[in-house]
C-alpha cells in the first residue's frame, strides 16, 4: 500500500542509462515506461504536449494505463534505477495566497500593529507571478539566496524559509474561464515548496510584492497527480458571498501534507480547509482576459491550518523564529540551516482504502 | 531619414504572403529578409536562436548585415506588405519601478499621507515578476480588462492606463551576474507599453502587488534595437552609493520617449533620467541565484521625468483623473476611454545626426 496503486497513475518523466527523457508513471516503487503503450503524446521528452491534448485524451489514456497495468502488460523499470526531472516546461508560474490562517498568521507576524486579513482578502485570491524559470524538481539542491537584508546590508539570508503549496498545472489553454471549466483546462496537481528568504522579502516587498525573496527557486514535485485520481470534498463556507465570476466555488480536495524538517515531522497542513478552491483561482487569474497556457502552474498559497502544529511555513511554525521547534536529533531550528533537508509529502484519502500519495517534493539548503 | 539607417538595424520577425515567420532587418520602410544572408541562425521563426548565440555571433552577424546593405546586396520587402510578429518567445517578464519622478509621483496620488518614496527605493532596483504569456506585438488590440473594483464591485476597468517603458531581452542566459556583464547577456531593447488598470491594481495589490490590474497585456515593439545601435550615456548620480553588487553603474542610455494619445503628442518622456541602470537591474534580478533565460524580458518601469509632459503614465499625467488632458480633436481624457489608440516611439541620438528609431509600439482599446 505505497498510495501508488493502481487509483493514482501520476505522469512524470525518467530517464535511465541512455539519458533519454521519456514519460513514466509511478506504480509502486517502479516507473511505467509508457512509450510501447501510446502514441505521438507521450513519446516525448515533456508532458506539455498530453497536456495540451485536453480532457478526452487524458481520460482514454488513463484508460488505457489502467487496463495495461490490470493486465500486467507493462514495461516496469525501478524507481532507484531511473533519474527523475522536471515533469514539464512551466510557462507562467502564479502563486496564490489562499490559506486564511496562513495570510492571518503573516499578518500579524509582520504587521503586528493591524489586523491580520486586509480588507480585500475574503473578496479576491490574493495572488502574484512568481520566477517560471526557476521551478525546480524534487532534489534539486537549493543554495542559500544573497541578497539585500536592510539598508546597506548584504550576505546570506538568515531567515531562510519553506512554503508547503499545492501547484495546479494548465493543460488546456484559455481565458476568461469560469469556475466550471477547471476539470478540461486543469490536468492535475504537483507539490510545491515556494523556499522564500523572509529577510529579504521583507525589505523589499513594498509596493510591488514579493521579488528576489522569493524568485531564487521553486521546488516541484516529481509526479503530476491527474485530478481524476483525486476525490473532491466541498467548498469551505464563503463569507461575504464572492461575486458572480467566482461561483460556484467548486470543489475543495482533502490532500493532508505532511512537512518532514531533517526527517523530524514538524507539521500536517491540511489543504481541505484552503479559503479559495482552484477553480475559483483559475476563475479569477483569467477574469481579466489574461489567457492561460500549457504549462502555467499556479500554486495554493502555503497551506497551513489552525493549529500550530499545522503551519505550511517555518515563519509561522516558530512564530518568526521566537519559539524555535526541536527536531529528533536535540537540536532546535527557527529558520533553514545549511545542509537541512526538508521533505513535503501528501496524500488524498483513496476510494478502496489505499491512499494516493502526491510525489514527495525534497530539498536540501546548500550554503 | 527615417531613423532606420545603416546605424540602427534592429530585428523582427515578419510574415507575407506565404505566412511563413522570417527573420528580418528594419531599413527604411523595407524589412530585409536576411534567409539568403545567414545560417541556421537567423532562418528560425523566432529570434531566440540568434539571442542565445552570444555577443560573438551577435557582432558578426551585425557586420554581415551592414556590408551586405552597403553593397545593398540584400532583398527587400516594403514593410506594408509584411505582418510583424512577436520577435521572440518571452520567457520570464519581469518589470522594474526604476524612474524616481514616476515612483515619487505614484507614492504622492495613491499613498498622500506617506513620503513618496519608500525606505527601501535609493537602495535597490524595485521590481516584480509580470505575465509572459500575455506579451504581444504592438498592434495587438486591447481588450478593456474586467474585474473587481472594489468591495463587490465589479466591472471593466473605469481607470485604464499605460506605462511607457523600454524593455530589455536577455539573450545569455546566466546567475549572479555583475552589472560589468550586462553588455555580454542583454542583447537589445525594445519599446514597452504596460497597460494598467489602476481601480483593480489599487483594491488587489496589498501585500503582494499587482496582479490582474496588469497581467490583461503588455505590449512591446515589434523591433528588437541590438545595443550595439545604442550611443551610452553617463549614469545617473546614485546617493546612497549603492551596494558593491550594484557598482560600478554601468551605463544609461539616452532615450527620448514620446506618447501620442489618439495622435495627440501628450508626453516625451526621457530615459536618460532614470536612476536605476539596465545593468544595476540585470545584477540585482540574479544577485540571489535566480537565472535569466534567452528570451526572458525585463523592463525599466514607467519612465517618468521631473515635468508634467514627462510623464509615463496617465495616472500622473491627468494626476489621477483630476486634471485631465485635453487632445487635438477638442475632447478631454482622464483616462483611456474605448477606441482610443496610443502610440509610444523613442529615439536615439544616432553618431552621424540621423536618429536611431526604436519601433513603435501601438494599441487600440476595444471596449
Known sequence: MSGYGVENLPYGVFSSGDGVRRIGVRLGDDVLDLSPLGDDLVRQPTLNPLLAAGRTQWTALRDRVTEAVRRDEVTRVPLREVTLHLPFEVADYTDFYSSEHHATNVGHILRPDQPGLRPNWRHLPIGYHGRAGTVVVSGTPIARPHGQLGPGEFGPSRRLDIEAEVGFVVGVPGARLGTGDFADHVFGVVLVNDWSARDIQAWEYQPLGPFLGKSFATSVSPWVVPLAALPTVAAPHQDPVPLDYLRPAGSGFDLRLAVDWNGTRVSEPPFAQMYWTPAQQLAHLTVNGASVR??????????????????????????????PVKLDDGSTRGFLADGDTVTITGTAPGRDGDPIALGEVVGTVVG
Request: charged content about 15%.
Open 294 to 323: 500549457t504549462g502555467d502552474l499556479y500554486a495554493s498559497g502555503t497551506v497551513s491550518g489552525p493549529a500550530r502544529g499545522q503551519s505550511g511555513s517555518f515563519l509561522e511554525l516558530t512564530w518568526n523564529g521566537t519559539e
